[in-house]
């Protein structure tokens, strides 16, 4: 198994520890770790105490309760923690398929979401969500794409890139056409903390239309807490016991400190999304406000949930060239579509300081108006 390279880790990485407004991200702004204790007022001696031990492989009980409360009818011994989601997908795809099963996922889609299903030489079909259909899922598609090998569909909503919010109604006909071939249905939910409705709870999780879906989930992209590298998976009790036996080949547990406070950040969780949400859903609604005076330039259709989206670009260049021109004239980074082997687009993400958004996007008009 050789993966191809990450796409848009070549962008990232150089890029953005250096640009000045950096919209091509997929998460919040980071907290401190000063900013974390204030905000779950965590006792200074509790955190001091921590043995650094080995943890169940699983994570916690703690934390693998306060997790399975995020999934009605589910059990802590249904969760296994992981280093990330993307752990958890690797393992997952590793026990779930083999050479010439199909998988299909939903695109544009995180490379993560197909890339190791494709070195493990299964066949990749991508079930579009089309901007000229304003990203709705076509279910009949969906249906043409599964043929007699379909193992696993994988499904993201909120979706990265586009911030298209697949509905439960359509998630439950998903739900019927992949027990109908005898496939499994996974769930990539990591944003459903997030909603762009005003709403201070949380999406609700297909995980919860059967025994037999399978979701993963993080809370570093929406707590701003990529360093504590915390995800999970919640799946049948079969599976859970094989992928924790894989997963002592890869990370084996998950730092005591990471674990400690994830179970702070998830209890305390809206002091830290109320935190977030004040600044991501006026980032949305400026970005859609200017989205809507630069129709020109932009083909666009408003997110609905996470902090990213994927404008068309109506402009006589490709992605690439726009969006390194656009670091060297403005210091304004967005990621190109060429990160999700697509043309035409690219991802913006507002999931950074309110002040600082609307900054960039006046550095965007600027390079705009100088064309």
């Known amino acids: 198994m050789r993966p191809r390279p990450f796409f848009m880790e070549r962008w990232l990485m150089a890029n953005r520890f250096h640009v000045r407004y950096n919209l091509a991200e997929s998460g919040v702004s980071d907290l401190t770790l000063n900013e974390l204790i204030s905000l779950c007022d965590i006792d200074l001696k509790e955190l001091m105490s921590i043995k650094l031990k080995d943890e169940d492989t699983r994570g916690s009980e703690a934390l693998r309760e306060e997790i399975s409360s995020l999934y009605p009818g589910r059990s802590a011994e249904e969760v296994m923690v992981t280093t990330g989601t993307s752990e958890a997908l690797f393992i997952l795809f590793h026990l779930l398929l083999n050479p010439g099963d199909t998988c299909v996922v939903t695109f544009p889609a995180f490379q993560g979401l197909y890339e190791t299903a494709r070195a493990l030489s299964c066949r990749i079909k991508f079930w579009e969500l089309r901007i000229e259909e304003g990203f709705v899922p076509d279910?009949?598609?969906?249906?043409?794409?599964?043929?007699?090998?379909?193992?696993?569909?994988?499904?993201?909503?909120?979706?990265?890139?586009?911030?298209?919010?697949?509905?439960?109604e359509t998630l439950s006909e998903v739900h019927r056409l992949c027990r109908e071939r005898g496939a499994y249905l996974l769930m990539d939910e990591h944003y459903r903390f997030l909603p762009l409705n005003g709403s201070a709870g949380i999406l609700p999780s297909a995980v919860t239309l059967g025994g037999d879906v399978i979701g993963t989930g993080s809370i570093v992209k929406?707590?701003?807490?990529?360093?504590?590298?915390?995800?999970?998976?919640?799946?049948?009790?079969?599976?859970?016991?094989?992928?924790?036996?894989?997963?002592?080949?890869?990370?084996?547990?998950?730092?005591?400190?990471?674990?400690?406070?994830?179970?702070?950040?998830?209890?305390?969780?809206?002091?830290?999304?109320?935190?977030h949400r004040s600044h991501v859903l006026?980032?949305?609604?400026?970005?859609?406000?200017?989205?809507?005076?630069?129709?020109?330039?932009?083909?666009?259709?408003?997110?609905?949930?996470?902090?990213?989206?994927?404008p068309r670009i109506l402009l006589d260049m490709d992605a690439d060239r726009f969006c390194q021109d656009l670091i060297d004239r403005q210091g304004v980074f967005l990621l190109p579509a060429g990160s999700f082997e697509m043309e035409g687009?690219?991802?913006?993400?507002?999931?950074?300081?309110?002040?600082?958004?609307?900054?960039?996007l006046d550095r965007l008009d600027r390079y705009l108006k100088d064309m």
């Not at 909503?157 to 439960?168: A, E, F, W, Y």
């Not at 980032?283 to 408003?302: C, D, I, S, V, Y």
């Not at 687009?345 to 960039?360: N, P, Q, T």
Request: hydrophobic share 45%; proline share 5%; aromatic share 10%.
């Open 282 to 310: 006026k980032n949305a609604a400026a970005l859609n406000q200017w989205m809507r005076g630069h129709e020109a330039f932009f083909g666009w259709t408003p997110p609905e949930g996470g902090v990213v989206s994927y």
């Open 139 to 168: 279910l009949n598609r969906l249906a043409d794409l599964m043929d007699d090998r379909t193992r696993l569909v994988v499904v993201n909503t909120p979706h990265n890139p586009t911030g298209k919010i697949i509905p439960m």
């Open 345 to 360: 687009h690219v991802r913006i993400g507002f999931g950074i300081r309110h002040d600082a958004f609307l900054e960039a």
């Open 222 to 275: 929406c707590f701003g807490l990529m360093g504590l590298r915390m995800g999970w998976m919640v799946a049948p009790l079969d599976l859970l016991s094989a992928a924790r036996d894989f997963k002592d080949y890869l990370t084996h547990t998950l730092s005591p400190i990471s674990d400690f406070l994830s179970l702070k950040a998830l209890r305390n969780r809206e002091a830290i999304l109320s935190v």
